[in-house]
């Protein structure tokens, strides 16, 4: 087809047909859809075509249109139109440019604009567009080819404002204070070396524009991933690069932007603002603040895209990040540095283990990130009056892009979240970032690829969607002390459909991470919370990421559990059961009371041992399965009313010595009695 292409691009250069019928040309094609349709129609015969295209095209182009119709080309033909007017351009060396200005040029002034620009781009001709524009003030604006030339008095009053906010910080800074003879003498200096100051840079201007999506022509230098700015001061990010455009996904309203519109580099990588007034505040996916508590002051900036860190970087994981979860800190241990993910149906408690485990981190010198994904805003709210009401926002960022806002927010919000927890890991702090849910993050990506004109893929996701969520979770890790010792560790959530945890996206993240925590619908109806599947759920550090104190007194838990569920199913029917299996029965339906929890209720790290260490040595036979929540209660009571020395000891070296083994067995004794 591409071949076709060239073969017809050459027969017009051939034929020297004029601008005017090539633009009339696409001005019918443009007007008369449905005529390119019946061009195309393979059924319709040679003769009408001809009778169609004698009618609606000039009469130079008749013979190369039937040529096209004939092989079946005519929708490829505004295409090829174009290539062949910017030949045209280049053979007659012409160039188009548009000035803005607010006083009228002179005629000399002109014919200096005009030779300045066939000097500048060696050109033998030039097309220049003169429009009224009030807004600059003063001055004018030159757009030609790719590059801008800025004279405007807007933009040196700009520059001139900020020289001075930031020669008053430098005084301020070196004075400790500011006076108004240093606030004179600076602005004496800016008046006397004040002149229209002029720059180019290179510029773009929307060829096309919808649903967000912006398809602009030039900025031919542009990156990847760069800010751009249009010309009513929205910004965007740029997302495909081709040959002859870009396609630019817009961070705001589109309002006052048409086909035509400026578009400016600003030569850096989309970022975020940070500093540690973040802490405790809501912010959208640009790090504005959304919770009505004033402006944060920014004294950094983080590009939302980073390299992961190299291998050489990081070490090993092995220090705990507590959940406060007894089902999960037992026999799914998460480690500082470790990415974990929590997949399961809507509706099972998948926030709820996100949320406790934020809530377990006070005290820990650990700071959290949560990112809401496509969520409610009003969710959204009820998550952070629960942070605040158990002093957890007081170390908490919470990022928002709700449902509400277009698929650009919800794409850049996980990478902004990672930009705010990278900045915090770079001054050597414990970082935990929760992404709720990455499966609402690939579906705003999906939209934003689509309209973009990505070729779509398996149930439509673009083909790079697997890189989309493997760049980010990469930049969990661990880093050593050489590179400041911080760690960012990362609780991805998934949601799936009726439990299919073989699905597209939830295989890429398993994939991707170190390990995962299942809940079922099944479970979490039947009243076990949380409603962690023991069997598909895993954690791929293990114990390298507990305590030892933890590793030894959880034992054979998961052992235990999966014997007890297989012994379950195949005595469901059995009417008689000998001792042993009944012991084993009995086991299993007391081990699987003690783990169910209430929400927002995280279990301190002595409590889980003691539990736990108690229930391998079976000290909880004698209990009913319905009495162990109002048993656990008053044991732990209990212990830290006369056990305080067993509690520190647990707390302070983390390990199980036989005596103190002893003395918890002494204690709990004491408690029955």
């Known amino acids: ?102 006083t009228p040029l002179t005629e000399s002034q002109q014919a200096d604009l005009r030779k300045f620009i066939m000097e500048k781009f060696v050109r033998d001709d030039v097309d220049i567009e003169y429009r009224h524009d009030p807004d600059i003030i003063g001055g004018f604006i030159l757009n030609a080819g790719d590059v801008e030339y800025d004279r405007s008095y807007r933009t040196s009053l700009r520059s001139m404002r900020e020289t001075l906010q930031n020669k008053a910080v430098e005084v301020v800074e070196s004075k400790g204070d500011i006076k108004s003879g240093d606030i004179i003498s600076v602005l004496k200096t800016e008046v006397k070396d004040f002149e229209v100051r002029s720059g180019a840079t290179e510029t773009g201007f929307i060829i096309r524009l919808g649903d967000g999506i912006a398809r602009v022509h030039g900025m031919s230098g542009v990156m990847y991933g760069e800010l751009v700015e249009f010309e009513t001061g929205v910004r965007g990010i740029v997302q495909n690069l081709e040959e002859k455009s870009v396609g630019v996904v817009l961070l705001g309203d589109d309002h006052g932007l048409t086909e035509g519109s400026s578009v400016v580099r600003t030569g850096k990588r989309a970022g975020i603002g940070v500093s540690d007034e973040l802490l405790g505040r809501v912010v959208d996916a640009l790090g504005s603040p959304i919770d009505g508590l004033g402006q944060i002051r920014t004294e950094d900036y983080f590009p939302i895209e980073r390299e992961a860190p190299g291998v050489i970087e990081r070490k090993p994981v092995s220090v705990p990040l507590q959940t406060g979860i007894l089902a999960i800190d037992s026999m799914f241990p998460i480690g500082r540095g470790q990415r974990e993910l929590i997949i399961g149906d809507r509706q099972t408690g998948k926030t709820s283990i996100a949320v406790d485990t934020m809530i377990n981190q006070k005290g820990q010198d650990v700071i959290c990130v ?262 656990k209660d008053e044991l732990m009571n209990y212990i830290r009313s006369y056990g305080q020395d067993i509690i520190e000891e647990i707390e302070e070296k983390k390990i199980l010595t036989d005596d103190l083994m002893e003395r918890i067995e002494r204690i709990i004794s004491a408690f029955e009695e």
């Open 1 to 102: 087809m591409k071949d076709t292409s060239h073969e017809l691009l050459k027969e017009l250069i051939r034929l020297d047909i004029k601008r005017e019928d090539i633009e009339t040309a696409k001005e019918v094609m443009s007007a008369c859809p449905d005529a390119v349709d019946t061009l195309e129609n393979p059924l319709i015969t040679l003769d009408e075509k001809r009778n169609i295209i004698k009618k609606i095209f000039p009469q130079s182009l008749e013979r190369f249109i039937t040529s096209a119709a004939k092989s079946g080309n005519v929708a490829e033909l505004t295409d090829i139109f174009s290539e062949y007017e910017d030949v045209l351009l280049e053979k007659q060396g012409s160039i188009k440019a548009v000035v803005r200005y607010v």
């Open 370 to 631: 949560y990112v809401a994904i496509g969520q409610k805003s009003s969710t959204v709210a009820q998550v952070v009056n629960t942070l605040k009401k158990y002093g957890a926002m007081d170390y908490s960022v919470v990022v928002s892009a709700s449902a509400s806002e277009p698929a650009p927010f919800q794409y850049i919000a996980p990478y902004s979240g990672t930009a705010i927890a990278e900045y915090f890991m770079s001054k050597g702090k414990d970082v935990l970032i929760i992404y709720d849910d990455l499966s609402k993050h690939a579906v705003a990506y999906r939209a934003m690829s689509l309209l973009l004109h990505r070729p779509p893929g398996r149930e439509a996701y673009p083909g790079d969607v697997f890189y989309l969520h493997s760049r980010l979770l990469e930049r969990s890790s661990r880093l050593d002390d050489e590179h400041g010792g911080g760690s960012l560790t990362a609780l991805p959530i998934i949601e799936t459909l009726a439990g299919d945890i073989s699905a597209y996206i939830p295989t890429n993240v398993i994939s991707i991470t170190d390990g995962q925590i299942f809940l079922e619908s099944e479970l979490f109806n039947s009243g076990q919370r949380p409603a962690v599947n023991y069997g598909l759920s895993v954690s791929r550090v293990g114990g390298a990421a507990q305590t030892k104190a933890m590793k030894k007194a959880a034992g054979n838990l998961r052992i235990d559990l999966a014997q007890f569920k297989e012994m379950e199913i195949f005595t469901q029917f059995s009417s008689e059961l000998d001792s042993a299996t009944t012991e084993l029965l009995n086991h299993g339906h007391l081990i699987t009371e003690m783990l169910k929890q209430p929400l927002y209720n995280p279990l301190p790290h002595y409590e889980q041992v003691i539990l736990l260490y108690a229930a391998q040595k079976r000290l909880f036979e004698h209990i009913k399965p319905k009495e162990m929540k109002e048993y």
